[in-house]
């Protein structure tokens, strides 16, 4: 076995980042997750596996990639064998980047000659096929990402989105090879290689398919892909003697205290565990850009209501709203304008609702929420809890403040995952 990590992760947002980390803590592996670029000391010595989460996915691509490759060295210098570049399973980017730039410069920083691309994950209805993106039966682009506010997707063919994104000649392994299993996927990714080939969109509709391409790209020094692609990393590693046997979880002290839920996400599955919530007899707080600008809202109103409320319950703040609505915002203020209100808000009702109401047990919805709230809250570094719903686990801060955090992904979870959350906590 490896002293330090086996595997050194940089995720592009912290939902993306927990997501994977439940993947491979599922996977019998000890997996901590850090929040932003660490320190050299702030590293923890008993994991196999850290998760950097980065808030990388709509910056600038020179910033993408900046921060991508600073994570990188840390994490090298650390000892991981292994890094594994993450971002969604609906390869949320635009043409400009930021999955292109920062694959290829991890590819360069490695001296590596290829690396596999797979967002699949067909737990959560995300499969590839002929270099395809589908969400359940939809092809991207018929699904509601196509109106993602950030990140709008329009274009199903992997190979010619992460094509427009970088310099670097991308290719194609197909569903033929990946049914073969894993001695015909390392057939075909070297054939790719020797054509000069740099990155490799991967087919796969079924958790064994991922099971058989992490077996077959344990030793490549970098992966890139979608949570879903770690399934078959940690039992490949054992093979090798890298790890050992499965880790049980461990359960975490979370201090008694109240419990709320913040919602930035507007995707179609947060507005529908918004509405059950709200069905539910939840008492909620809707917070929008436009209101905030004009000054009728602020986070100090919404801290005063959340504290009026009955405490045996969560609270449930919430900027969700449908495309339209999204739409007319970023129209009449801009869109980073109308974003960084809603964010700086959800950050000043987080430090409120922990520092003065006695919050424990949070619920974040969102990859852009989630980053300001734990970067408000000054949370260094997450232990990967138990599962609630695939691809979203609760985790648990390793220094003050003490608390549980579910930081889920605005597509992810059911619709009563705002209710059902709580169950879920030893």
Request: charged fraction near 20%; include cysteine.
């Amino acid at each position: 076995m490896t002293t330090g990590p086996v595997l050194g992760c940089i995720a592009d947002d912290l939902t993306g980042a927990t997501d994977l980390g439940l993947t491979l803590s599922r996977g019998g592996l000890r997996v901590v997750q850090v929040t932003g670029v660490p320190e050299a000391g702030d590293l923890p010595g008993d994991a196999d596996v850290i998760v950097v989460a980065l808030k990388s996915r709509t910056v600038p691509a020179a910033e993408a990639v900046e921060m991508s490759l600073r994570a990188a060295d840390m994490l090298l210098g650390a000892g991981a064998r292994q890094l594994f570049f993450k971002y969604c399973s609906t390869f949320d980017s635009t043409d400009a980047g930021n999955i292109g730039p920062v694959a290829e410069a991890l590819l360069g920083r490695l001296g590596a000659a290829i690396a596999v691309a797979t967002p699949a994950f067909p737990t959560n209805g995300r499969t590839v096929f002929q270099g395809h993106l589908f969400v359940g039966r939809q092809l991207l682009s018929d699904s509601p990402m196509r109106d993602h506010p950030l990140t709008p997707m329009r274009d199903p063919n992997l190979v010619a989105v992460l094509g427009r994104q970088t310099r670097l000649p991308v290719g194609l392994i197909a569903f033929d090879a990946v049914e073969r299993g894993r001695e015909a996927i390392g057939e075909a990714l070297a054939r790719l290689a020797a054509d000069g080939t740099r990155l490799a969109i991967v087919d796969a509709l079924t958790d064994r398919h991922l099971v058989e391409l992490g077996a077959a790209v344990a030793e490549a020094p970098l992966v890139t892909g979608g949570s879903g692609l770690a399934i078959g990393l940690p039992d490949a590693y054992r093979a090798r003697g890298w790890v050992g046997p499965r880790a049980e979880a461990r359960a975490a002290a979370i201090p008694p205290g109240r419990s709320a839920i913040l919602a930035g996400s507007c995707s179609t599955a947060t507005q529908k565990q918004v509405a059950a919530a709200e069905r539910a007899g939840l008492a909620t707080f809707r917070i929008s850009p436009a209101e905030i600008a004009a000054g009728r809202q602020d986070a100090a109103q919404v801290l005063a209501w959340a504290g009026e409320q009955n405490s045996d319950r969560p609270v449930l703040v919430y900027s969700t709203a449908p495309p339209d609505d999204v739409t007319g915002a970023q129209a009449s203020l801009g869109r980073e304008r109308a974003a960084a209100l809603v964010e700086e808000t959800f950050a000043e009702i987080a430090r409120g609702l922990v520092g003065r109401q006695g919050v424990t047990r949070l619920v974040v919805a969102g990859g852009e929420t989630s980053g300001a709230v734990v970067t408000a809250l000054g949370v260094k570094a997450l232990e990967i809890g138990p599962e609630i719903d695939p691809g979203v686990p609760w985790t648990f801060s390793l220094s003050d403040p003490r608390m549980a955090l579910a930081l889920k992904s605005g597509n992810f979870g059911t619709d009563d995952f705002f209710l059902k959350a709580w169950d879920a906590l030893p």
